[in-house]
T-cell receptor, first 114, second 114 residues
Framework: GNSVTQMEGPVTLSEEAFLTINCTYTATGYPSLFWYVQYPGEGLQLLLKATKADDKGSNKGFEATYRKETTSFHLEKGSVQVSDSAVYFCALSAGGTSYGKLTFGQGTILTVHP | EAGVVQSPRYKIIEKKQPVAFWCNPISGHNTLYWYLQNLGQGPELLIRYENEEAVDDSQLPKDRFSAERLKGVDSTLKIQPAELGDSAVYLC????????????FGPGTRLTVT
């Protein structure tokens, strides 16, 4: 079956530090890959996505590249801010019988200190 | 544009009692999802609707859980009777159903069963 594995957290960084959150996946076929973010007290929001191999999704300074050879979709940001503190979820959407269904990783808590 | 609306935001009940959650999706979104999110975990799909038809309910524990989406708009998720292990956040999401995987989430209902 389809699955997503994220690096365990929590991750604690100082403002302006470099961020990497690792994500690897297992899926049949060619899934679309996503990063969702959940800010405190809010619902999940789509942060970025990539629909095919070598695509790079980007938004709000965050980037992730769809690497089919390593089945990875690592999230990066060059300089984090306090406002980036949230829970980050990697997810995939596969075709076939799983069409339209998102499979999520367990989430990574990010805390950024001033 | 209004987002996905869920109510109540919080619910505390005793075990063996019934409980219901309500969701109003984004206008024009034909696809509606209910997810279960346990503490420290990513959301897991319970049921997916295309208009008023439940097209994927394979993960819904049908002995105690039920859902409906009358007229293809609002949806209700019910648990009867609730068990201690049902304590979690219940998320509703909607999408245009075009298979892009981009879903819009509500803030969730946090259920505590005592």
């Amino acid at each position: 079956g389809n699955s997503v594995t994220q690096m365990e957290g929590p991750v604690t960084l100082s403002e302006e530090a470099f961020l990497t959150i690792n994500c690897t996946y297992t899926a049949t076929g060619y899934p679309s890959l996503f990063w969702y973010v959940q800010y405190p007290g809010e619902g999940l929001q789509l942060l970025l996505k990539a629909t095919k191999a070598d695509d790079k999704g980007s938004n709000k300074g965050f980037e992730a590249t769809y690497r089919k050879e390593t089945t990875s979709f690592h999230l990066e940001k060059g300089s984090v801010q306090v406002s980036d503190s949230a829970v980050y979820f990697c997810a995939l959407s596969a075709g076939g019988t799983s069409y339209g269904k998102l499979t999520f990783g367990q989430g990574t808590i990010l805390t950024v200190h001033p | 544009e209004a987002g996905v609306v869920q109510s109540p935001r919080y619910k505390i009940i005793e075990k063996k009692q019934p409980v219901a959650f309500w969701c109003n999706p984004i206008s024009g979104h034909n696809t509606l999802y209910w997810y279960l999110q346990n503490l420290g975990q990513g959301p897991e799909l319970l049921i997916r609707y295309e208009n008023e038809e439940a097209v994927d309910d394979s993960q819904l524990p049908k002995d105690r859980f039920s859902a409906e989406r009358l007229k293809g708009v609002d949806s209700t998720l019910k648990i009867q009777p609730a068990e201690l292990g049902d304590s979690a956040v219940y998320l509703c999401a909607s999408s245009t159903g075009q298979g892009s995987g981009e879903q819009y989430f509500g803030p969730g209902t946090r259920l505590t069963v005592t």
